[in-house]
């Protein structure tokens, strides 16, 4: 049985897997980027530009279809994967490369110093409970002594009052202590801060501001006062909207959120009792006991009942 | 035409959940498609996505009103509901108030409800609480505020005040110009 004709009608069918080019495409698999650096063929583009372009593409993805065969796989459920190799192709950044923060003053004192910079864990082993806490924060090692529930009172301790007449507390005197590390790591922070701003910039500010002051600070607030040529208008603070073409899920999530936050809100100003343990209902009970008049009318009741020395209780009974 | 501020959603959901309570979920999580609040000319209104996203093209001053109006914003940034919405309202009203035929015609000529015109009233209604007000039919006739808790109504006289009128159905016709 002669089956050339079979196999010739069926390779027509398909076209061939290699393609052939004056210049050779450029296939970067890493990018899955083909490219293309043959000139145009005026002929066919001219003559139907569709056929043209679909027939580019083709030879494209053709090539970048065989190029990815050709890579090692790697068996997973949803059937082999390639893995994509390095991409060969630099892309340019699109941003600008960050400005390096201007170093703080311990930073500039370690430098010359040559003192190396010792990342810490957030987390230290507690020897005595034989767990990781946190160094600081929620339930932090740094707040131990003034939760504890017993504190030894050094020998010293009014000494260290000098005479005031408050008891001596270890958790106050501890709280202090950490209070002011918080205080003056911030303090430093600001200072660092308006630092790396320059002197120039801070100055500049001040002049803004005393100005903006100077000039509503005449009889008719700067209304009726001499303007300069050239003088801009003082700007006031400027009121931000939400757009009203958000996406509504956004919105929604915004309501529903806040609706929590004013519930709890709500929860915090008066405090519900506990239920599971209350099978009674106090303030019902008052109610319905005092005949709605109020747990004061009830005491009152119930003193004049008892004989006591209400005595205007005593009189209605 | 603009989405509430913070503060604005505020004052418009406590304003709400004085009368429907936890029911306010249901307004803003809606099964049958988004809607949302807008602010339009310090009035807010509650309207439909669709509906909102059509009248973004109109020009501020050209646009007289969308979706259900629920009240405005005084000068002062106070919320005051409308009678507009009584429709969402009444359907997720925590308490409820229902008056006789004869208190009727006072009620929606935006008098007080009186001892006497009362029907029925929500059990264990607290005092200053929003309630929604409904004829002895069932149809809701606007809302108000209680004057006292529910228990202390017995011991009262026929003349004396239970629901302070906030707003009823007769203001479409007396506010006609200013309500929508």
């Known amino acids: 049985m002669d089956v050339s004709g079979i196999i010739a009608s069926n390779a027509a069918k398909y076209q061939a897997i290699t393609v052939e080019k004056e210049t050779p495409l450029e296939v970067d698999a890493g990018l899955l980027l083909v490219t293309d650096l043959n000139s145009i063929d005026e002929e066919s583009y001219s003559a139907n530009l569709e056929d043209h372009l679909q027939a580019l593409a083709r030879d494209g993805v053709q090539s970048l279809i065989t190029s990815l065969f050709a890579l090692p796989t790697q068996r997973s459920e949803d059937g082999p994967l390639a893995q994509l190799p390095v991409p060969t192709t630099a892309l340019p950044r699109s941003k600008p490369l960050p400005k390096p923060k201007p170093p703080t003053k311990w930073e500039k004192f370690a430098a010359a110093k040559g003192i190396q910079h010792k990342k810490r ?26 939760e504890q529930w017993i504190t030894e009172v050094p020998a010293n301790a009014d000494i260290l009052l000098r005479h005031s007449d408050v008891d001596f507390d270890p958790r106050k005197v501890a709280r202090d202590e950490r209070k002011a590390r918080v205080a003056k790591n911030e303090k430093q922070r600001l200072a660092n801060a308006a630092r790396a701003q ?31 040529e050239g003088e801009k208008k003082a700007r006031g603070v400027k009121r931000k909207f939400e757009p009203t073409e958000r996406p509504l899920e956004d919105e929604k999530n915004a309501s529903l959120a806040l609706i929590s936050r004013m519930d709890s809100d709500a929860k915090k100003t008066r405090r519900e009792p506990p239920t599971e343990e209350n099978v009674l ?8 006991a005092s005949k709605g008049r109020g747990g004061v009318a009830l005491g009152r009741s119930a003193a004049g009942a008892r004989g006591g020395r209400g005595g205007r209780g005593r009189g209605k009974r | ?68 109006c629920f009240g405005k914003f005084s000068k002062s940034g106070k919320f005051k509901l409308h009678i507009t919405a009584l429709d969402y309202i009444s359907q997720y009203a925590k308490y409820k108030v229902w008056i006789k035929p004869n208190g009727e015609m006072p009620f929606l000529y935006g008098n007080h409800v009186l001892k006497a015109h009362l029907g029925r009233i929500t059990e264990d209604t607290p005092e200053h609480q929003g309630v929604v007000v409904y004829s002895m039919s069932d149809m809701p006739l606007g809302f108000g505020v209680t004057a006292r808790a529910t228990v202390d109504t017995r011991k009262l006289d026929p003349t004396s005040i239970i629901i302070f009128h906030q707003a009823d159905v007769g203001e479409y016709l007396r506010d006609e110009e200013t309500l929508f």
């Not at chain 1, 209902?281 to 319905?288: G, H, I, S, Y």
């Open chain 1, 121 to 146: 864990d957030k987390r230290e082993w507690d020897e005595e409970r034989q767990e990781w806490v946190n160094r600081w924060g929620r339930d932090g090692k740094n707040k131990q002594v003034e």
């Open chain 1, 198 to 228: 320059g002197p120039r910039e801070a100055r500049k500010q001040e002049i803004d501001q005393t100005l903006a002051t100077t000039r509503i600070s005449t009889a008719s607030m700067g209304k009726f006062d001499k303007k300069l």
């Open chain 1, 281 to 288: 209902n106090v303030r019902k009970a008052v109610r319905f």
């Open chain 2, 1 to 68: 035409m603009r989405p509430l501020t913070e503060e604005e959603s505020r004052a418009v959901f406590e304003k709400l959940a004085n009368y429907i309570g936890k029911n306010l979920i249901h307004l803003i999580d809606r099964p049958d498609g988004p809607y949302c609040f807008r602010l339009q000319k310090d009035r807010v209104y509650y309207v439909s996505e669709e509906s909102m996203r059509l009248s973004i093209s109109i020009a501020r001053p050209n646009l007289v009103s969308l979706g259900t």
